[in-house]
């Protein structure tokens, strides 16, 4: 019995830990394609340079180099910053957060 029980959990704990590296993998695909075409007013790729995504834009800072961190990032998606406008209305939260996971993880 003691056995069957271990048996089971170590199967729970592989299936819960799949199903949380899906949602990552998910969770940066949509951050990609967000950074790279889809997010409003503007993609993150027209002005970012980001080798992960082929981006190659001359407005803002190279973001490989600059290897910023979640805060950083979230700061200036809310704030604007520079030339850089808001995404605060124009993006849901999980697609920011999406995007900041995806350049947090590419760039580290």
Known sequence: MKKLSS???SA???TSSSL???TDAEQL???KMLFSS???PIACSVCHTLEDAGATGAIGPVLDELKPDADRIRKAMMDGM???PSFADSLEE???EA???YVVKVTQ
């Open 7 to 9: 048996l089971l959990f």
């Open 12 to 14: 729970t704990l592989l």
């Open 20 to 22: 949380v590296f899906a």
């Open 29 to 31: 695909e949509q951050g």
């Open 38 to 40: 889809t997010a409003k």
């Open 82 to 84: 520079g030339a850089m």
């Open 94 to 96: 999980s697609e920011r």
């Open 99 to 101: 995007i900041i996971e």
